[in-house]
């Protein structure tokens, strides 16, 4: 049987961190779509064109170690906008959400685009103030010449581009249930949407 969880919404909002934690507590599968772009995002620095990056994307290039980078995030917000790499990723996540046992994607147009059908959609979302500050105290360890002003303006730019592009942009779906983390524990957000995906639970 198969059973679809769309999780969506702006980068650092925690919904990485929902999706992980509500598959393990339902021992659904769970893909970080994110990824998808940042890893052809990656193989674009590296030269190639982004719409074959895409067009040939290898499971185990999700893998590589330097994915979490800012240059790389940039790289795949860029890639992110054009309707060719975004049409070659369909099938890839479709076909993991179908899967059997059950399935987590997290993305920005999951719930909207590839899984309108998705039995269970969340929209994870949060201040930029306030995800500002969470990417900050992520990055600052390794970068100590960052400043909180720079990461707050790169927040609102790749919101700007995920919201503003005409393909698959950023925005909750219709009947997506919202979970605003802005003043929400990681428990408390976990909470919420492990209720949430209960109760549409058969059995
Ligand atoms: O969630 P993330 O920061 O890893 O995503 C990287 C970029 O990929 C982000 O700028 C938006 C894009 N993305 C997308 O367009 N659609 C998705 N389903 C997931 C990510």
Do not use: N, W
């Not at 982004?50 to 999700?62: F, G, N, V």
């Amino acid at each position: 049987m198969s059973f679809t969880v769309a999780i969506d919404g702006p980068a650092a909002a925690g919904k990485g961190t929902v999706s992980k934690a509500v598959a393990a507590h339902f021992g659904f599968a769970h893909l970080d779509t994110g990824l998808l772009y940042r890893a052809v995002g990656r193989k674009v620095l590296q030269g190639v064109d982004a719409i074959t990056a895409a067009k040939t994307l290898m499971a185990e290039e999700l893998q590589a170690p330097d994915l979490r980078t800012q240059a790389v995030a940039e790289a795949a917000s860029k890639v992110a906008v054009i309707p060719q790499v975004r049409a070659a990723l369909v099938a890839f996540q479709r076909d993991f959400a179908r899967r059997e046992g059950g399935a987590v994607l997290d993305g920005r147009d999951i719930g909207t685009v590839i899984c309108p059908e998705a039995e269970v959609k969340l929209f994870v979302t949060a201040s930029a103030e306030c995800r500002a500050e969470r990417r900050f105290a992520e990055l600052k360890q390794s970068d100590p010449e960052l400043s909180l002003a720079t990461v707050l303006s790169d927040v609102r730019a790749r919101d700007a581009r995920d919201s503003e592009r005409s393909e698959a942009p950023l925005k909750p779906a219709g009947d997506a249930v919202m979970i605003d983390t802005t003043t929400l524990t990681i428990e408390e957000a976990v909470a919420q949407a492990t209720a949430v995906i209960a109760a549409k639970r058969p059995g």
